[in-house]
């Protein structure tokens, strides 16, 4: 049995993508998975596709991403934020690997981890949470058993209960530090809050949020 290794050799990492341009090289399959879960992002999809099949082109029409109907070319990868070379052709993948590295700009070549400067995850989508499984590349179908797994166990509403969080992040900064902030976040998330967004009721869960924040404010205090 080979050694474990303890230590990770890709770090995870979440990168901000709003708006930055993200390449994908391929015409099949491989460039649609690509394109499939980056749509899960708000980056701006630059698929090259000379010869795109018809699913690709499908995917293309119903999002309105762009398309490079042309021969790859280095220049198409100008500006990209990230590269993924997916055409299932080894010699022009590594074709893209090499340009992109040029231009400085980390590459990820599908089904070639030697070549990849990172790694894309198996996702689960909660926006915006987000939880990523990855395996260096080791074992992509364990990833996907793990993000099944892990999908069916988080709730459905958990965007949307992280999203009212974030709305009431700076009155909970007014709370004094240490247990009683602790406490509001604990009860939030697992109190009357949470139980009002699993059942779809808004407006009861901001007001269950107030309501926490009035028992945890300080004595003759007022935070809202």
Known sequence: MPPTNTKLNAFPVFMRVDGEAVAIVGNGEEALAKA????????????????ASSGLLDFIASTGVVRIE?????AHLRGAALVFAASGDEALDRRVAEDARRLGIPVNVVDR??????????LVNRAPVAVAIGTEGAGPVLAQ?????????????????????????TAAEKLPKGNRRRRFWSDFFAGAPAKAIEAGELAEAHGAALELLAQD?????HIA
């Open 36 to 51: 499939r879960l980056l749509a899960q992002s708000s980056a701006v999809l630059r698929i090259i596709a000379d010869n």
């Open 70 to 74: 042309a021969a790859y070319e280095a």
């Open 113 to 122: 981890p030697e070549l990849c400067d990172f790694f894309t995850p198996a």
């Open 145 to 169: 058993m793990l993000r099944g797994r892990i999908d069916r166990m988080l709730s459905p509403s958990l965007g949307r209960l992280a999203a009212l969080a974030a709305s009431f992040r």
């Open 217 to 221: 404010a300080p004595a003759g205090g």
